[in-house]
Each structure stands twice: as structure tokens, then as C-alpha cells.
């Protein structure tokens, strides 16, 4: 399927912003541990991976490094909404309500997550209480488009898969990770990563097995 442009530098994006939030989930969180020491039980990889990530913590005080991971990571949300758009025109000829719903859901994750996290660390955390709704919004919303894609087959079966993971996922995340919004985003950065290569190469609305 020869897609327009608009769709491919989606997926361009979406690259961007999945590799964004992946890069950044591990100074992000420890960023919050040591910046608000006690608040959380630091999970099991805080201790062993805190002399690595030191050279990413120590330009500034706790709380103004903490905060600057977070201006900079509200990015994500932003570059991952066109390809949820580029996946939902590509997917109208095989629309269904399960489509129709995990696309709603996930444009409304993402633009709350969007507001939420840019409350949080722009505003002096009066966003923080929309960030776990919208997460979870997120990624029900994820995880129903993962599910109308398998069914219609518009793309390979391991990026379905990636997309209906980020629902369980979500929990997953919040026990291993902690932090919030690093946790919940995890999963999702990465089957966005997934869709976001197959925007780029042209190969979402071929019917596959």
C-alpha cells in the first residue's frame, strides 16, 4: 500500500518519541527516587543502576532534575498522536467498533497524558492527578486498537500483540518501574516503536496473516 507522506513521517515521529520514552524511563524515574526519597519503595533496579545513571542526575538539584526529565518527556505524548491518527485513516476501511473505540481511547489518552504531565512539571504538579486515569485511558485505548488490527489483519500479528500487551502491561509497569509517568508509557513506547516502523516503511493496511 503506497501510503501518503503525512503517514510515513507519523511513523517518523512516533519513532522518535517511543525511543524518547524509552531512553529516558530509567533517569526519569531514579530522578523521582532521589528527589523525593521515601515518597515510594525504589524498586529492584534502583540500587544496582544508580552509579550508571549518576553522570544523568547530577546537573542540577534533585527536584530541578527531576522536573527537566519531565518538561523534556511530555514530548512523547506529542510525538506519538500522528501515528495513532495515520493508524485509525489506514484502518477506516476495516473499521469496526473495536477500532473505533481504541482509537477514541487512545487519542483521549494521549492528549490527557499530554496535559497531565505538562501540569505536572510546567505547573507545579497540578496535572499529576490526570496522569494515572489518562495512562490508563492510554493504554485500554492501545490495547483495543491491538485488538481490531489482529482481527482485520492491516498489520503483522507481533505489532498487534505489542498494542493489546499495553493493557496488562500497565500494571506490570507500575510494579517494576514505580514511577508514573515512565511506568504506565513503557509498553506503549514500545509498540509505538512497532507501529511507528511500519508507518515509516509503508506497510500498515496490507492485509497479512
Not at 1 to 12: E, H, R, Y
Not at 161 to 182: E, K, N, Q, S
Request: hydrophobic fraction near 55%; charged fraction near 10%; charge should be positive.
Amino acid at each position: 500500500m503506497n501510503l501518503p507522506k503525512w503517514p510515513k513521517l507519523a511513523g517518523l515521529f512516533a519513532i522518535v518519541g517511543g525511543t524518547l520514552a524509552l531512553l529516558l524511563t530509567l533517569p526519569f524515574a531514579a530522578a523521582y527516587f532521589i528527589a523525593y526519597p521515601g515518597f515510594e519503595a525504589t524498586p529492584f533496579w534502583f540500587e544496582p543502576m544508580l552509579p550508571t545513571l549518576q553522570p544523568m542526575l547530577g546537573f542540577g538539584t534533585a527536584v530541578d532534575v527531576y522536573n527537566t526529565y519531565g518538561r523534556i518527556y511530555n514530548a512523547v505524548y506529542l510525538f506519538l498522536l500522528p501515528a495513532a491518527l495515520a493508524v485509525h485513516a489506514v484502518h477506516r476501511a476495516a473499521s469496526s467498533r473495536w477500532e473505533t473505540w481504541g482509537f477514541v481511547l487512545t487519542v483521549t489518552g494521549l492528549v490527557a497524558s499530554l496535559i497531565g504531565v505538562a501540569g505536572d512539571y510546567w505547573a507545579n504538579g497540578v496535572g499529576f492527578l490526570l496522569e494515572f486515569p489518562a495512562l490508563l485511558v492510554l493504554s485500554v485505548g492501545c490495547g483495543l486498537t491491538g485488538i481490531a488490527a489482529r482481527r482485520s489483519r492491516i498489520i503483522p500479528a507481533w505489532c498487534a500483540w505489542l498494542l493489546i500487551l499495553c493493557m496488562p502491561a500497565y500494571v506490570l509497569a507500575l510494579i517494576l518501574i514505580v514511577h508514573i509517568p515512565t511506568g504506565p508509557t513503557f509498553a506503549v513506547a514500545v509498540a509505538y516503536l512497532g507501529v511507528g516502523y511500519l508507518l515509516l516503511t509503508g506497510r500498515v493496511g496490507q492485509r497479512v496473516a
